[in-house]
DNA sequence: TTCATAGTTCGATGATAGCCGAAGCATCGA
DNA sequence: TCGATGCTTCGGCTATCATCGAACTATGAA
């Protein structure tokens, strides 16, 4: 029949409402999970489920298993450039959307992981001792260096060594629900958060199930001064 | 659920068979008559005529009316260019149909990108380009280097600084069709591409509508010279 | 171990939309 | 005026596919 690769198909993912509601909620560039996603498109996990298995056959979407999650993210560049090109065409069209609420942005500054901390602060950390050589990572795997351990030990009073445990990494990189990059998990990432609850620096948000943390004044700038931003 | 404009109605067009024929054919850049596109669409003129007002009322083709026959053209280079963006996804994601790009040779050597010059020559020009280091490149954008400055004014005459548009990039990494790489797009794209028809390098196909560019014996022999392949 | 949560698979249902035959306009040439 | 051609509208048929309930697997927590 025709040549050329096949527009159709991939249009076709695209064409879908609930389908092009996941994508454009992708298009933060952060990875959502697969419920998530399902809430995003205002659709049941088993029928995003379905939905997203077309997404990642078609190369639009690339998952990464964490523990019983799964995240997706855009599998490249280029498809957020084709959704954005597409927005353009549509805006000309005249055909807008309405609007909705933002998340939350307590959740998106500090929340818990599991046992440890998350958000754009447990990014920041591990960014951070990256920085100070603290910590060696390649891809999954991070390792704490000597001067890392003696960090830990001066600074928060950890016992790396004293971390070790059978089923369970010390270091362990973890992807960050809000921002799209890694925060440190593993025994020495809940070790962490402990020292920061005991030393009253942060502290779990009251309100049941919620996983907001809330740093105190003293707490944020003794972070800031451990785990600074810049420098 | 989701802020902006609605992708899902424009990609949901592109992504009905017969109607992404009907677009593809229209990438030459002719106009072509309903029943043409019937014909390029294998489906009865009735269900072209639902297909193209549908097309018509998503913004993303234009009639023409000249006597009883009705033309129609991509209503805007932004739709061809997203059209492209599609392809190139398609391809990487192995969706082949039976080869890539235009089936005219003219079209894949050498061919207008709205402004700037693709396919063939035009891969082969940036490919030349990031080699020299007259760019460089991370992932979409793309800057020109001191010594590509240089480079624009004495062997072009094209004065780099002069080419800033408030609305438009100087550079801009478009992904060609027919070649599934980047050729040169934006400001600079568009100023190269008018000195290669002022110095009569090359000009546009005579034929109407016609996307293909020509480039003249000594045209292509200077070309080689700055972009040569090898070296 | 047992329970809870995240995610998937399966099957049935229902709505959407592509398709074509037939008929209806519109334009051209004679 | 007539007939021919290009294109559109209408109506009914059909196939596709998104959707969800229910049941199943896998991982983590107690």
Not at 109 to 120: E, F, K, P, Q
Not at 138 to 155: C, H, N, P, W
Request: charged share 25%; aromatic share 4%; hydrophobic share 40%.
């Amino acid at each position: 029949m025709k040549a050329g690769p096949d527009i159709s198909r991939i249009a076709a993912l695209v064409g879908d409402p609930a389908r092009c509601n996941m994508l454009t909620a992708l298009m933060t560039g952060r990875a959502l999970t697969a419920s998530e996603l399902a809430q995003e498109a205002g659709i049941t996990p088993q029928t995003a489920s379905s939905h997203l298995a077309k997404l990642e056959a078609g190369g639009l979407i690339e998952p990464e298993k964490q523990g019983r999650h799964r995240y997706y993210r855009l599998s490249d560049p280029d498809v957020a450039d084709v959704l954005e090109g597409l927005q353009g065409i549509a805006a000309r069209a005249g055909h807008m959307r309405v609007r909705t609420g933002p998340k939350d942005p307590a959740l998106r500054h500090a929340r818990i992981c599991y046992d440890h901390l998350a958000g754009d602060l447990g990014v920041q950390m591990l960014d951070s001792m990256r920085r100070q050589k603290l910590v060696r990572q390649s891809k999954q795997a991070i390792e704490l260096t000597g001067e890392g351990k003696r960090f830990m030990a001066e600074e928060l009073q950890i016992d790396a060594d004293a971390l070790t445990h059978p089923r369970r990494p010390v270091c362990k990189a973890c992807l960050d629900w809000s921002e799209r990059r890694h925060h440190l998990a593993g025994t020495l990432g809940a070790a962490v958060m402990d020292r920061f609850t005991e030393l009253k620096w942060a502290a779990r948000d009251a309100t049941p199930g919620s996983r907001v943390v809330n740093f105190s004044r003293t707490g944020e700038k003794r972070f800031a001064a451990l785990f600074g931003a810049d420098e």
